[in-house]
Structure formats: C-alpha cells, structure tokens
C-alpha cells in the first residue's frame, strides 16, 4: 500500500514494515532512520537496559563486518552513522550524500539483522555502560531527569532509566539479548524514514531487497498505560547548585489542544524571552539555566519544568515558577503576547526544517505517535487558530497544585515544597 501527499509517500510492505520518506530535491544529502518501536518501557526490572545494551552490541560486529568496517563504511565517503535508544524507540540512523543512499541502507540493515552478539563483546560493553551510567551520575543535570521520571512514572517502566541499572547491566547475558531483539526487531515493530534528495520506489526497492520479505508472528505486543501519582522528593547530595525538576501530566500528541500546548511550553520556558527566564534570570537573578520541555509519549505525555540555584534560593526559585503559573492560568492573555509566541513558535518550527535529519525525525515521530504525517501547512494553521483563551483554560487545567510532581537534587532542608501546596 503506498499513500502519497505532496512530497510525502508512505507504503508498507504485507509483512508490516513503515517506509515513509520526503522528497527535497534542492539538497544533496539523505538523512534515513530506521526506528524500532521498542525502548526501555518495554523492559522489566531484571533485564532493565537492554534496549540500549543491543543498540550498542550490533556495532561490534556483523556477519558482515567487523566493528572497523562498521565504523569506516559511511565515514569513508563522508557520511555519518549513529543510533539511539529512547524510552519508546531504538533509532539507528545515517546521514549521506544522495548517492550513497544504498550505502546507507545496507549497513543499517546489516546491524538489525545481522549482529553476532560475541560474549567477549558483550562483557566488554558492559563496562562502557557502565562508564556511559557513571558520566550520567556525575552530572546532577542530567541525573535530576531521571530521578524525576521515576518519582513521575512511579513503578511504570517509563520511570526507569534508559541505559538500566548497574546490576543489570552487569548480569546482562546473552540469552537474555538475544530473546528481547527476537521479540522487538521485527518488521511490523520497524520504521524507514528518510528525507533528502531521493526518489521513493528505489527507497522501497532498497529496503525491500534488505529486509522486505521478513515475517513476523503476528503476536501483539501491548503497553500498559501509567498511572499518576503526584510526589514530591528532595535528593541529598553534595553540589553546587540545587538541580529542580517539576511536572505535570499533559495531553496526548493527537489531541485538539496540541498547538495550544506548543504555545503555552514556547510561552513559559521556550527562550531567552520566556516568563520563566524572564523572571528568574533577568529580573531576580537567581538561575543561569531555566527551561520547559514537552516530552510525548504514544498514550501520555510530560509537561516538564528544569531550573537550578544556589541552595538558599530554592523556595524562591520554585514560588516564582508557581507565580508565573499563575499568572498565565488566571490573567488575560495579551494578543500581543499570543501572536509573538506563535511567531517564535513558527520561526522555530521552520529553521529546524532545513536539516533533513531534523526533518526525518519529524516524519517518524508523527507516524509512531498517530499513524499519519502532519504538513507543514497543517501544523502552521494550527498555531495560527489557537486563541488567547485556549492557552489561559489549558494552563488552568494542568498545572493545579494537586498535579505537581517534584524532585531537587542538592544539598537542601527544610519545606521546600510549600509553594506546591
């Protein structure tokens, strides 16, 4: 079955296997993905990990090639080559010139199906996790997030650290690898999307002579929906600075209020202009870094809050967060305000589509998350259309009190949570 829309095709192969692609004649590169749906929400606590550790293991060696020739056969003719495993999807990606497009697909495919998994690899990657686990804990930035995902998800596997724990990663066999990517890497769990200079028939032909004619059993593979139970918790630790991550349950990516909430995330922590930078940085000067970010998932999604400061700030920080909050949920929007975010919003939108991997990227994460791509045009008249009331009943909505989950990481007493109550 191929759809086609503009410079959009999409077909899928009987055994279930996406190839959806954008034609960008202008430009002499190709930035092509292949996306497994599977990451560490689909673990359990014994094998907590294992999405990352085979993202790692298949560039050790092929039946094909060895980690050498892994590594020198996109390099050698100026192309990158590179994966990643997130929460929902394991990524493995290229970025060439358009005539090495078969290049890329072939070694791509060569590490999904063709890895050896030698055990002398195996335990060696496990002492790189763990240095990868160690580089994390020695950076509370970076380690605040994952805290606040567990206190966030709770038991869910979505709370759970993407590269595992080191006790995992430490028993981690090759039996176990081996019946996790039988499971997962099949191609009704697969995804090709590319965006570049190409032509999309001799994609599917590529794609069909590497993997096309894979089966799978069929089987479904469900994922439990989390459940949300607000919580609050201060992590000790010795730091400079106390690191503070807040959030809220948002709504699903396919739901109306989307732009709305594109909006309201720019609005309150999307810049240099932002509220919330505005009004810690610039006016009471008590963080260098403060930011908001929305995380989508296939059935929920995150509306996060990250700032640091010194110790003796940290309920202040965290009332003048609340403050802003507030003022967006209860005070009249200015349409001066609306229009210059849905600017920003837009000019965002539009520079980051000139990179073809930003634009494949693009193009999966609408397919894995709704099944469709969204058009630019679409995605324009939708920011253009929010009104003013919109983001005021959404930001009513979602930061209550009640739904706040917080974590600081840092050397800090007392009730630091009082501006949630």
Known sequence: MVTENSSYKRTVFPNGLKIISEAIPHVRSVSLGLWIDVGSRDENEKNAGVSHFIEHMVFKGTRNRDASQIASYLESVGGVLNAFTSREQTCYFAKILDQHLPRAVDIIFDLAQNALFDKSNIDKEKRVILEEIKDIEDAPSDLVHDRFARAFFGPHPLGRPILGEKATVKGMGRVAILRHLNKYYRPDRMLVAASGNLDHAALVNLVGQAFGAGEHDGSPINRKRPVFKPLRKAIKRKSSQVHICLGVPAREFNDPSRSAMFILNSMLG?????????????????????????????????????????????????????????????EPLPEADLSRNKEQLKGHLMLGLENTSSRMNRLAKHELLIGRYIPLDETVLGIDTVKAEEITDLARELFRRDRFTAVTMGNVEGDIFSALE
Do not use: C, H, P, W
């Open 270 to 330: 999307g810049g240099m202009s932002s509220r919330l930078f505005q009004k810690l940085r610039d006016n009471l000067g008590i963080v260098y870094n403060v930011y908001t970010y929305l995380d989508y998932f296939q059935d929920t999604s995150v509306q996060g809050i990250y700032l640091a400061t010194d110790r003796k700030n940290v309920r202040r920080a965290i009332e003048a967060v609340m403050k802003e909050i507030d003022r967006i949920a209860s």
